[in-house]
């Protein structure tokens, strides 16, 4: 078996940690399996770069930054791979170029574009364990990074490219819960989630894995698991959803949530004037990350436009859209910070058209007032009141885990 | 113009350091000179690296540390490229591989083999400050580092290939002095020195410059300038001996010293038994470094060898020249500690035979008894006790260079 494993930062975090890893890697080499491990920089270093950065300029060169931030793993990579040499299992560190991990070429949030594996086959038929730096790759010559989350898509890519049975993701947590643990005591760990779950687990807040990873690992095909690098836990299957959906008896696998959610209303929006187009490009391009948008129809001629952004966006997003009142012609822009959002996720909702119901039920059984809604095949999310996150999703995850756990426990 | 200028670790120590080193390439560009930077690890940062890897094994392989070491450069290089941008000063940082500078497949301790110098070239033509990483070159594909005060190699070897007109060699000392101005008040930097005497200095413990880029200065005749980034002094040219004798006055340039140093001699060796090349092999094999090796035949059939050690390898030293004595059959071995070295050195020396003999009427008359003399064509060394390290050099620079100060200066 070829098993691609990924180790974040906090599992590299500290040497005691990193021979902790080496134990790992090398007990499945031992165990007959071929292992190619990938690493992010060690623990905060990554910060420390991006200290030292901004010590010395307000903005940093993005090519510059790239050849900085990638020491990172390159440290981690060479420290786990002198480790396994020295447990009598052979290692080699591997850089981005050096493993062949070709990427467009652009600085600071490259993808990677193909993966020339030559060297990586050689290793692991000579028996040696490819230690592959996370988050970076090359182009043209030039060190390229991947963006936050990087090394998640450097494993998925790296299992992709080499058919890997299977990709690990190690990580400080051992799975992905149906909700956060520290909100809901009787949150669980779920045994498998599919790829769109997953995507939209991460997208809304449950931080295990990068979406982008998820995304490309959906895309190949690469069968993912989440594990801690600190317990031997079993860890939570990410797999393709009509895998999944053969076993599957709940219709919710897990609700998620994110705090800091401010919402702007621009309201009275005239219909010829596209408006839609108009704010939201002008808000992606001074970079403001807009989530859930809902449009209604007020009186004849005009829209109304509801939007979230990051709370410490909000008033900069405003401005921005107040600068295209004169041109656009609504009549005005409201805002309101202090909420929060909550989703149920979860890949049985497609065929279960009451679940959306359901879910407003519960919120309003649980007096709490929903101000925006938002549907996908398979989640559901509303904006909320931020004090009453914790309530909701604790009476979500009532009505819609607890309720069920008979069945999904045994379905899995 | 062209500049090669060589930063080193405490000249790059800190963010602060960075950009006061920015300001000064900074500047040299301004004048309408091209320049070319190579920067040390920032200040300990190798050492913390080297830490992390003791902390795993007791002894790294070394293709792991050189890729771990490199890491240290490209951190330094990245920032102070990304300074001099901010500056508006076009700049690019090279790694070793990036700069095309290609060494021996040998890892930890490689020579620099070629320098591949289209990328640098390129660079220069358009006005773009290369920031190459020392201390680190590629050879098949592998990252490969060219061991202690390799950063002053690799700016020697770009100032050769790229025919620059000068090599600074930025420090945290404003330049040769004629001895430790620690010990003697009336030190005086000198204005220029030549390449062998440079190396007879660098070698005696005047650690400014690493005797291997000044080997390599001298064989392409690459003019170096040592000098302090902290101050804006002058600094020392180290230049060809037939330029530097022109203006010669004195005869003794410096006097260098050595502490911790021990003695080992093996009595009665055998004339037939070839003792010197068993010993010193033996010696050699076990990574002890010899320095003064004296010899002197004693009897008709048997001679006495002398050398000295690295006062803490003697004990090392001694049992392996033991473990040699049933098959030398020499009588015994005598070792002793707490002793130093104390030299002269001076191109002006070769023509002067009376030089050796003043030195030791000085030492002399300073009570300080001479144990060993060891003798080159521009240095003359004595091993004097350890306690006497302080009276010698201070009477020795009295002879030599206060006595000439007036006209050494006077010649510069």
Redesign the interface.
Known sequence: MLVVQKYGGTSVGS?ER??VVANRVQRVVSEGHHCVVVVSAMGHSTDA?VD??N???????L???D??L??GE??S???L???L??LGCPA??L?G??AGIETEAVHGNARIAAIETA?LRSLIDKGIVPIVTGFQGIAD?E?TTLGRGGSDTSAVALAAALSADVCEIYTDVDGVYTTDPRVVKTARKLDRVSYDEMLELANLGAQVLHPRAVENAKHFAVPLVVRSSFTEEEGTKVVAMTENRMEERHVVTGIAFERQVARIAVIGVPLEQHGLASVFSELAEHGVNVDVIVQSVVGEATVDVSFTVNEPDVERAVDIVQGLKSKLGFARVESESNLAKVSIVGAGMISNPGVAAQMFVTLRDANIFVQMVSTSEIKVSCVIPAGAVEAAVQALHHTFVDANSEVAVSAN
């Open positions: 040497t990193i021979r770069l030292l950065a010590e010395l300029v307000p903005r940093a060169d090519r510059e930054m050849s900085l990638s020491t390159q440290v990579a060479s420290l791979a002198m480790r040499i020295h080699k560190s850089t170029w050096q060297t010559g060190i």
